[in-house]
């Protein structure tokens, strides 16, 4: 609608301008009034342009932090779970390290923690939405400052931190369900020397590394800490009622 009207006032310039039978003063005022209505025209349609572009940018910001706010409060169950699994370990290489090459370790207590002895915690992270609305260029579109570094920190900072502890605390776990499959042998139907592996050399220097999760927990911390911050402004942003947040 604005783009017609100045076309239709470029063209009463032009017809202004060559008549003749107005004199120059005349002419000018007349040409001088088109020429604002014609500024005016194109200001306002760059407005409603901007206008119309902004609330759609918006309305993609809101829909992204809302999706990734569901992300985030997946990803701090998960973590809870994993904080918990690491605590575990601890304790079970704890416990194998402290008994010594000389000493003997019980096998109830060896059976009871098997699980976390043999097991892999890795997060595994929604950061699919996060990545694409990256890779869109539109993370700059989020208006609130505090938020879009927030979030940038989270996913290039905080879980690439935590995933390296990870990566490495797991090398080192591989390195013992490695030596296990290797020498593992059974004594009797329902036994094997896992008691007598476990307190070799070998075994003890690999589960001493294992025996210290605490890096690996403090980097989930501050991760999830960071989660709960992100996920607070957005509900705060949008009005949200808090959810369990795991």
Same mark, same amino acid.
């Given at each position: ?85 690491y !605590?575990?370990?601890?304790? *079970? ?8 090459? &000389?000493?003997t @370790? /019980?096998?109830?207590? +060896? ?7 043999f ?56 390195? !013992?369900?490695?030596?296990? *499959? ?8 329902? &036994?094997?020397? @896992? /008691?007598?592996?476990? +307190? ?8 001493d ?21 992100i ?16």
């Amino acid at each position: 609608m604005a783009e017609q009207e100045v076309v239709k006032h470029t063209r009463k310039v032009y017809k202004i301008w060559n008549n003749k039978s107005n004199s120059f003063w005349h002419k000018l005022k007349e040409f001088l009034i088109e020429i604002v209505i014609i500024v005016f025209a194109i200001t306002l349609s760059m407005w409603v342009h901007d206008w119309s572009e902004h609330k759609h940018q918006q309305k993609e910001v809101k829909e992204f932090l809302l999706g990734l706010r569901q992300d985030l409060l997946s990803d701090i169950k998960e973590m809870n779970g994993d904080q918990q699994s690491y !605590l575990m370990q601890g304790r *079970i290489f704890t416990y194998i390290t402290s008994v010594g090459t &000389n000493g003997t @370790l /019980s096998r109830d207590t +060896l059976t009871k923690y098997q699980k976390w002895m043999f097991n892999t915690t890795r997060l595994q992270q929604n950061n699919g939405r996060f990545e694409g609305f990256k890779a869109s260029g539109k993370i700059g579109n989020i208006e609130n400052g505090e938020l879009q570094n927030a979030i940038m920190d989270l996913y290039q900072e905080n879980i690439p931190s935590v995933l390296a502890s990870t990566d490495n605390y797991l090398y080192h776990k591989n390195q !013992l369900l490695d030596f296990g *499959i290797r020498n593992r042998k059974r004594t009797t139907d329902v &036994n094997s020397n @896992l /008691s007598q592996l476990l +307190l070799s050399d070998e075994a003890q220097n690999i589960c001493d590394f294992l025996s210290h999760p605490a890096e690996i927990i403090n980097r989930y911390q501050s991760a999830i800490q960071k989660m709960q911050m992100i996920v607070r402004q957005i509900e705060d942003q949008y009005k949200i009622k808090e959810e369990g947040k795991g």
